[in-house]
């Protein structure tokens, strides 16, 4: 079983700025930027879920080496899970 991660650990290995962003900002970042895409609805909303969507398929796709199989599955379960709730605000609004 793997350790827990401590609070104050670094997002990503590495210089760059998501290895200077503390978890609690990362997470409370995007789930600004889902609820606002939620509440704002129609086109504007389904494109920032849509670019929440992208940006989480990039760190997908660079930390993909680094995952086991049951976290790689659960990270593209819950892509497709934004990807479809996108797609729904588009179409309902």
């Given at each position: 079983?793997?350790?827990?991660?401590s609070m104050k650990a670094k997002l990503?290995?590495?210089?760059?700025?998501?290895?200077?962003?503390?978890?609690?900002?990362?997470?409370?970042?995007?789930?600004?930027?889902?609820?606002?895409?939620?509440?704002?609805?129609?086109?504007?909303?389904?494109?920032?879920?849509?670019?929440?969507?992208?940006?989480?398929?990039?760190?997908?796709?660079?930390?993909?080496?680094?995952?086991?199989?049951?976290?790689?599955?659960?990270?593209?379960?819950?892509?497709?899970?934004?990807v479809a709730v996108a797609v729904s605000?588009?179409l309902t609004k």
């Amino acid at each position: 079983m793997r350790e827990r991660r401590s609070m104050k650990a670094k997002l990503i290995e590495g210089d760059g700025p998501l290895s200077r962003m503390p978890p609690v900002a990362g997470f409370l970042l995007v789930a600004a930027v889902f609820v606002v895409g939620i509440l704002v609805g129609g086109a504007v909303g389904a494109l920032l879920l849509g670019l929440l969507a992208a940006g989480i398929a990039v760190l997908l796709a660079v930390t993909w080496q680094a995952l086991s199989s049951s976290e790689r599955a659960g990270r593209v379960f819950i892509l497709a899970v934004l990807v479809a709730v996108a797609v729904s605000v588009l179409l309902t609004k």
